[in-house]
């Protein structure tokens, strides 16, 4: 019996040896699942904190996108007054242009009108100096003929004279004066 329980026990040790391996492979075979899932935990929980990182940066930079959004909304509705404000200041200036031109014609008409006013009063100036000159002409022509005719009336004058003295000597037979 001795024999049989050495046997049994030397069984029992090969059994339990074999559950010891059977559990041992086994541990390593888990604690090669637990090292693997650790290292996935790990790499996913870096992850997700890279990701939730990367979520508070896109988050900020929505933020800022939207900051910017407005910004540049109200930046383009000044900007369209302003565009707005420019129209009618150019369609004030265009009008202005305009009505400028129409000034221009008007003047250029009038300035026309004085040029040939001017001619027309240069034209008449020559005729009158003209005029002028014939009636110098004529003026002392007949300041000539009136000079000999006031010699002429003398001369008369004194010829009268003259026949009256001899006349009146003659009636009274006197010697005429000389």
């Known amino acids: 019996m001795k024999n049989i ?3 049994l026990l030397v069984g029992f040790a090969f059994l339990l040896c074999a559950l010891i391996a059977v559990q041992w492979t086994r541990e390593v ?3 090669g699942q637990v090292e693997t899932l650790t290292r ?32 540049l909304t109200d930046l383009v509705k000044t ?6 404000g ?5 369609d004030k200036a265009e009008a202005r242009a305009r009505q400028g031109e129409v000034y221009k014609e008007a003047l ?6 004085i040029k040939k006013q001017n001619d027309s009063i240069l034209k008449q100036n020559e005729d009158i100096k003209k005029l002028m000159a014939e009636r110098n ?5 007949f300041n000539d003929l009136t000079v000999e005719y006031n010699d002429l009336a003398k001369k008369w004058n004194e010829q ?15 010697p005429p004066a000389k």
Do not use: F, Y
Request: aromatic residues 0%; positive net charge.
């Open 5 to 7: 329980l050495q046997n």
């Open 29 to 31: 075979r888990l604690h």
């Open 40 to 71: 996935d935990l790990a790499e996913k929980t870096g992850a997700l904190q890279n990701t939730a990182g990367q979520l508070q940066r896109s988050e900020a930079e929505v933020k800022r996108l939207e900051a910017l959004k407005v910004e």
């Open 79 to 84: 900007n369209r007054l302003e565009i707005a």
């Open 86 to 90: 420019l129209k009618k200041d150019l």
């Open 108 to 113: 250029d008409q009038a300035n026309a009108s």
């Open 137 to 141: 002409e004529i003026a002392k022509k």
């Open 160 to 174: 009268q004279q003259k026949l009256n003295e001899a006349a009146a000597s003659a009636s009274t037979n006197a």
